[in-house]
């Protein structure tokens, strides 16, 4: 075959001659290039795969710099791997040339680049060197490669963003014809320097979140509650290596970063610093106390320690802003949705926002901003900022997305948007925060990231060159450490040459471009996958419940305090966004949390107790409270109820005092009209204001026995045999002139003591003292009830007896 001067076939020439042609065509031929609007639904172009025509499959992994500089040498490496089904021979990688000197003006047009497929014309004209030639490769080989090419070779000509393109020239066993067998792209910015643009000033979120782990338990060791979590996870994400450190690892790298911190994990890090921390062993049922036996202890507290010293350091740099959530993350958007007319949710929300800011500014030592509102992947519509604006919030970060700018903005406007009622939005851009979104692990996926977002930040920058606007880039909140990495290195890369990068403060103060959308979408338009994941109406309803009952609770303990905090704190982690990604652990964490509450609120009770009998028509019914609780109730009375008040009625309650791990014995007065079985309802209430139902109602049946009509009758014939004595004493003593009798005179009724009915009074044996651990449960009492002179109850402190019963309420024991 003859070849050309150039050692390439003639063949190879024309159609590199036709390519170019096809190239020059389509330039003349397009119709213009629109700008999208920024915030639009825009994403990286997808992996390349193979085809019957394409069968090579390219990566671009590296590209060194990352922004060409005039007289330069750029160098591209990755891997050429034959996708097909037949062997590749005397293949070549090669770098294309641009097709036109002129950079790609539009964000539009880089979107065009990133979704293209096939090797076209548009892709420019292959160098003839550098090349790279390929050995054989078999179906299924890869061969990586490196290029490396003068800047001047490219013909770019002014400052701007172009596109890199490597392709592979061969042919295949199947069809033997020279021919592009596939292509990667990427895109080179090329910088001359000098450029007058007003750099764009960007804010960078960085996330330090996770899902909560600290339960509502807590154990005693000596005169310290020691915290209780439900896994160990955290210990080696603080550990070097782990996500959150290298997240405040790299991070401390950054200047104008703002740091988002839940404070919720604040506090389990300085949790995790008590060397005695417990984590529950897996399987235990997370609704029973902490205990040895069902807890392992921690061993995350050296790593705690140091990493909270480490974000101590990282967020006190000059130019950082600490952004504090509300405590827990609460997902707004589930409960703008699910939970709005739920009146404990409005609440929670502002506790949460209060308890935010003061955990971070006490565990950080710095000033925080906790006006800020941030819905799950910032998606808004008009119920979220609603929600939001009423828990306080009156900035939120919103994903662009939600708020697309109209067509007829060609340029991407700066991020702050007022969206009425005092509130403001800051708008992420969602083409640049998307490159961000996946765990960026692979080095194809690394540079494609970071080069699309020079490309990108370096357009937006140079749309209007001399209209600063501001850019918010918003990476998801569980934003991994390879990904960190890479926004770090990206965000390097531009620094100082077109983006300014600022906290969150000098972003929001930024005047709003009057073109840029402000209207909030409605409900209707909330997207469809991210509703799926939202906690629903009966998370939402269970967890305003256990407000109410923690409420409750908090009425009758004296110290309070060791209760409310753990578990106000785990209502909100309850209401956690981070259950989104976890949707079976919340709801065991929720559920753990509404059942160590009914056990403690459980904990102060009415045994169980069947019968109770009343022999006479007067006496006492004896009902034990028992508390096993470690701290002494008070604030709660006792109210005996009858479903047949005509035939049986009690007297009224009374408040009682129960003391830690111990019983008290109430005696209601009760006066019986009839015969027969009669049911009794016994129910705590608290005292004060509103009183409320504590805890559940026992009953039981009281049988009467012995109010009958034959005592009527007794009495009668007793007080005529009484008045005939009485007589006839008198008629004895005139008759004698007033000498006593020789018998003496003999008081009525001397005898054996009686209860007033003609039976003999019932007595209370004697029990020994209680101690703690091994306290009985006293309940309705089974045995005669006990007569009293008083009109009320009468509360009697009750102990165990030595082989662990309670004589007084039967033989039912508590314990193990």
């Keep these: 075959m003859a070849r050309a001067a150039d050692g390439r076939s003639p063949g190879r020439r024309a159609r590199r001659f036709a390519a170019a042609c096809a190239a020059a065509l389509t330039l003349f031929t397009a119709a213009p290039a629109m700008a999208l609007p920024s915030g639009g639904n825009i994403r990286p172009a997808a992996d390349a795969t193979a085809t019957a025509e394409y069968p090579v499959v390219l990566t671009i992994e590296a590209v060194t710099p990352q922004v060409a500089a005039q007289n330069g040498t750029v160098s591209i490496s990755g891997h050429v791997t034959n996708g097909g089904k037949s062997a590749i021979k005397g293949a070549h990688a090669a770098v294309r040339k641009p097709v036109s000197s002129k950079p790609l003006q539009r964000r539009s047009e880089l979107q065009s680049v990133a979704t293209r497929n096939a090797p076209g014309g548009a892709d420019g004209v292959e160098l003839d060197s550098p090349q790279y030639a390929l050995p054989e490769l078999k179906p299924g080989e890869s061969q990586p490669y490196t290029l490396s090419v003068a800047v001047s070779d490219l013909g770019l000509s002014d400052s701007g963003v172009y596109e890199l393109a490597v392709d592979a020239w061969g042919a295949t066993a199947e069809n033997p014809h020279d021919r592009a067998l596939g292509i990667a792209r990427t895109f080179l910015p090329y910088s001359q320097g000098g450029t007058e643009a007003q750099p764009t000033k960007i804010t960078t979120l960085w996330p330090l979140v996770h899902a909560p782990v600290l339960a509502a338990q807590t154990v005693s060791d000596n005169d310290q509650t020691v915290p209780v979590l439900r896994d160990d996870s955290l210990a080696a994400e603080f550990a070097p290596g782990g996500r959150l450190y290298e997240l405040v690892d790299t991070g401390s790298k950054l200047t104008g970063l703002t740091w988002v911190v839940d404070p919720d994990l604040l506090d389990t890090a300085f949790a995790m610093t008590n060397k005695l921390y417990r984590v529950q062993k897996p399987g235990t049922d997370p609704g029973k106390p902490a205990r040895d036996d ?3 202890p921690g061993t995350g507290s050296a790593a705690a320690a140091a990493w909270l010293e480490k974000l101590r350091a990282a967020v006190a740099k000059q130019g950082s802003q600490v952004v504090a959530l509300p405590y827990a993350d609460p997902d707004l958007a589930s409960i703008a949705h699910n939970g709005a007319d739920l009146t404990g949710m409005g609440t929670a929300l502002n506790k949460a926002a209060t308890a935010g800011r003061l955990t971070v500014e006490g565990r950080l030592s710095v000033d925080t901003r906790s006006d800020v509102a941030w819905p799950y992947q910032g998606y808004l519509d008009q119920q979220i900022a609603g929600v939001a604006r009423q828990a306080g919030s009156g900035l939120v970060l919103v994903n662009g997305a939600s708020m697309p700018e109209p067509d007829a903005v060609n340029y991407t406007p700066t991020a702050v948007r007022p969206i009425g009622n005092g509130q403001n ?17 692979s080095p194809k996926d690394q540079t494609e990231a970071t080069q699309r977002f020079l490309a990108e930040t370096y357009t937006i920058t140079h749309e209007q060159p001399q209209n600063q606007r501001g850019l918010l880039v918003m990476p998801p909140r569980e934003l991994s450490a390879a990904t960190a990495k890479v926004l770090a290195g990206a965000l390097q890369a531009a620094t100082d040459k077109w983006l300014t990068p600022v906290k969150l403060d000098a972003l929001a103060q930024s005047a709003p471009d009057p073109k840029s959308n402000t209207a ?17 109406a009966a998370d939402l309803s ?7 009952d923690l409420d409750v609770l908090m009425r009758v303990l004296t110290l309070p305090q060791r209760v409310r905090g753990p578990f106000s704190a785990a209502m909100v982690r309850s209401l956690s966004t981070e259950w989104r990604a976890q949707g079976p652990a919340g709801d065991t964490y929720r559920e753990g949390v509404t059942k160590y509450l009914k056990e403690l609120t459980g904990a102060v009770k009415v045994p169980p107790k069947t019968v109770v009998t009343l022999a006479g028509n007067t006496g006492q019914l004896q009902v034990s409270v028992k508390n096993d609780l470690s701290q002494t109730v008070t604030n709660l009375k006792l109210k005996l109820t009858s479903t047949q008040p005509n035939r049986l009625n009690v007297s009224q309650p009374e408040e009682l005092v129960i003391p830690a791990a111990q019983s008290v014995t109430l005696r209601f007065q009760a006066e019986a009209h009839n015969n027969g079985p009669v049911t009794m309802t016994a129910q705590l209430w608290t005292t004060g204001p509103n009183p409320q139902k504590y805890g559940e109602p026992q009953t039981f049946r009281v049988e009467v026995t012995s109010v009958t009509n034959g005592v009527l009758y007794v009495f009668a014939g007793a007080g005529v045999l009484l008045l005939l004595a009485a007589l006839r ?9 007033g000498q006593p009798h020789e018998d ?3 008081p009525v009724g001397d005898g054996p003591a009686t209860d007033g009915t003609g039976g003999a009074a019932a007595t209370e044996p004697e029990a020994p003292a209680e101690g703690p651990g091994n306290s009985p449960e006293n309940g309705l009492e ?3 009830a006990e007569e009293s002179g008083g009109d009320g109850p009468v509360q009697t402190p009750r102990a165990s007896s030595p082989d662990g019963r309670d004589r007084a309420a039967g033989d039912e024991k508590v314990g193990p």
């Design 542 to 548: 269970g967890t305003d419940k256990i407000q109410q």
């Design 782 to 784: 089974d045995g005669p």
């Design 744 to 746: 003496g005179d003999q």
């Design 520 to 536: 909030l979408p409605s409900p209707a338009d909330y997207p469809t996958q991210a509703r799926a994941t939202e906690l629903s």
């Design 425 to 441: 939005a800051l708008v992420a851009d969602d083409t640049v925060s998307s490159l961000f979104q996946k765990d960026l692990t």
């Design 294 to 296: 069902n807890t392992v």
């Design 729 to 737: 004493f008198v008629r004895q003593r005139k008759r004698r002139g």
